[in-house]
């Protein structure tokens, strides 16, 4: 067995040995059920395998926006909420320990002792923790995979996408958590630092959107609605928003990093999903496109989303692996 | 030489762990490294391993320089304190240190099998690493340690928190290992277990080595016979003892010396006075007692 196999089959026998990884499983099977669920008929749309019909004049089987409301749910609900959230606090949870105690007193030794060189084991142990992410999404898109075909009637491979990008974002808190965790040993300091951290991206994700759709529209968005802005205004927010993008920029883009799911899915006849278009028909029975709020989705291209977040997920990385390599252990 | 360290220092701050210490093992024998707590031995045999970066560090491992990766390929290691995962069995924890030294899989089943017989875990191999007892436990560090075939195997604190009769299984494998022709480094503060085992010590103290040499030469240096008699000894018998310089008590006379005939005149006096032996014994400084001498000697000096 090579190195790598070792430690790979090591973190699988760790995942095995963790009940939240079953429990986080079975929550994805249930949830994948429940996708399954949904189907169409003449008419509308059907929840709980025709438990409960709702007749709907745009969303019914056959009709064009069937297939855009089906994979809808899956990116919006299943990976925006479960698989990006729930999912990875489950996966944040389960990973915590890893290297806290494998640096424990005892434990480190004996592999440190092996022929194998500090940078290569911690490169090794840093990417077999992604197993979780990894394993849990991609069971999670087979099933998916298949209730796509069973309902809309086509198979659908570019929903795979969400395999790579959940696991991705997952990276980026990843190496927050392993080079805290290497630095403190502790698995409570590495779990709080990588919530600070990942409610720091999500904040600055905010404040972004709220600046840009401001300076771009001059529109905030408010309780209410939303709140028309004067010129003089909205040349102030323009000449702030550099200010307020700063934190954005720095930061990983988790949310939209799982957001370019959206972008990179294609629908029946090679259609792009378009959230408006999904939204208007939902809400009204007749789809339309609404160019400002599609802009605003398809914001910063994949180059940019994806290669600033690597910039920061790699400094963290090194550091972490720099930590990892002159500890005494 | 399986170890030839010319100077080996730590330092954690203002902290000397290790001053310089220079040592040689040589191969194919166990060797005890003592002292007593905090006296460095871990940091010793850890900054050979490579799990500790000396501050400066001279010397070699299997004939390569101190800190040569691949050498390690030809090291095994217990590790005081040793904790695997415990979501492991015994026979993957051996199966992963095989696959971290990058054995044939065909060579690494065969010494596995053949390994977890001689720790005596064959039956329980396959039971999980946290159902396990602390010397079983043990056992299976001893054979994850052993998996690659290494010729220098460090086993730290090997018995400490096994039961007696723990001790007496890993004192007969690690005799197997010397049989086989492994050199074995065991670092230990228990010094009765060192002494039944270990061909050549050295003690560390505050970091310096204060003692080293063959065990039996150790021991050997302050050699007595102590004659006991029925009772105790007539008051000119013991003047005359006192008077050649024995150690003389109530019932006993001690006399030094390293051959049995330095004890034959007291054995003609006592038979003279038809005085009844009750016993003759030699007796040699335990390694207890070369121990404490030498951290003695340290401290006071």
């Known amino acids: 067995m090579t190195q790598f196999g070792a430690i790979f089959v090591d973190s699988l026998r760790l995942l095995r040995g963790r009940s939240l990884f079953w429990i986080t499983l079975g929550i994805s099977l249930f949830a994948g059920l429940m996708y399954l669920s949904i189907g169409f008929t003449a008419t509308g749309y059907s929840v709980g395998f025709g438990l409960v019909a709702v007749d709907h004049p745009a969303i019914r089987a056959g009709s064009p926006m069937a297939g855009m409301f089906y994979f809808a749910i899956f990116s919006v609900f299943l990976v925006n909420v479960w698989l990006s959230w729930v999912a990875v606090v489950l996966a944040l949870i389960t990973c915590a320990p890893i290297f806290p105690e494998f640096m424990a007193e005892g434990a480190a030794g004996s592999v440190l002792s092996k022929p194998i060189s500090r940078w290569r084991l911690f490169a090794y142990k840093y990417v077999c923790g992604l197993l979780f992410a990894l394993i849990q999404t991609a069971a999670f898109c087979v099933l998916v995979f298949l209730a796509m075909r069973w309902r809309v009637g086509s198979w659908n491979p570019t929903i795979f996408w969400a395999v790579p990008l959940i696991t991705l974002m997952f990276s980026y808190l990843w190496a927050v958590m392993v080079a805290v965790g290497i630095k403190t040993r502790s698995v409570m300091a590495a779990l709080l630092s990588v919530m600070v951290v990942w409610m720091s991206c999500w904040m600055a994700k905010v404040v972004d959107d709220f600046a840009w759709s401001a300076s771009e529209s001059g529109e905030i968005p408010t309780i209410s609605g939303g709140e028309r802005l004067s010129t003089s205004e909205q040349a102030t927010w323009k000449r702030y928003q550099a200010l307020a993008e700063l934190p954005y920029r720095s930061l990983p883009k988790t949310t939209d990093t799982v957001n370019l799911l959206q972008r990179f899915v294609r629908l029946e006849g090679d259609r792009e999903f378009s959230m408006s278009e999904v939204t208007t028909a939902t809400l009204n029975g007749v789809p339309a496109k609404d160019t400002e709020v599609d802009a605003s989705m398809t914001r910063g291209s994949p180059q940019w989303i994806i290669g600033s977040s690597l910039v920061f997920e790699l400094m963290v990385v090194a550091y972490a692996g720099w930590l990892f390599c002159r500890r005494d252990f | ?301």
């Open chain 2, 1 to 301: 030489m399986a170890i030839e360290i010319e100077s080996l220092a730590k330092r954690y701050g203002r902290f000397e762990a290790l001053a310089g210490v220079s040592l040689s093992v040589k191969s194919g024998g166990v060797f005890g490294l003592l002292g007593p707590n905090g006296a460095g031995k871990s940091t010793l045999v850890k900054s050979l391993l490579t799990l500790v970066r000396p501050s400066r560090c001279q010397g070699t491992l299997l004939g390569r320089p101190i800190g040569h990766r691949a050498t390690l390929a030809k090291v095994g290691y217990l590790p005081e304190h040793a904790r695997f995962p415990d979501y492991l069995t015994g026979r993957q924890i051996v199966r992963m240190s095989a696959g971290l030294s990058q054995m044939a899989r065909k060579l690494a089943l065969a010494r596995e099998e053949m390994l977890l017989e001689r720790v005596g875990m064959a039956t329980r191999a396959d039971d999980v690493y946290r159902h396990y007892s602390k010397g079983m436990r043990q056992r299976i560090g001893i054979a994850q340690a052993l998996i690659h075939d290494p010729q220098l195997v460090f086993l730290d604190e090997p018995t400490d928190g096994v039961d007696p009769q723990g001790r007496v299984e890993i004192r007969r494998m690690i005799e197997e290992m010397k049989a086989e022709g492994r050199t074995v480094f065991v670092n230990s503060h228990l010094l009765d277990e060192v002494e039944q085992v270990a061909d050549e010590v050295a003690i560390l103290c505050g970091g310096r080595m204060v003692e080293r040499g063959r065990t039996a030469d150790l021991t050997r240096r302050e050699v007595s016979f102590v004659v006991r008699s029925q009772g105790p000894l007539p008051f000119e018998l013991k003047a005359a003892f006192e008077k050649e310089g024995w150690l003389v008590g109530a019932d006993s006379i001690e006399v030094r010396g390293e051959a049995a005939e330095v004890v034959q005149p007291v054995i003609d006096a006592l038979r003279a006075r038809n005085v009844s032996i009750r016993e003759i014994r030699e007796s040699r400084r335990s390694l207890e007692q070369v121990f404490l001498e030498a951290v003695n000697r340290k401290e006071e000096a």
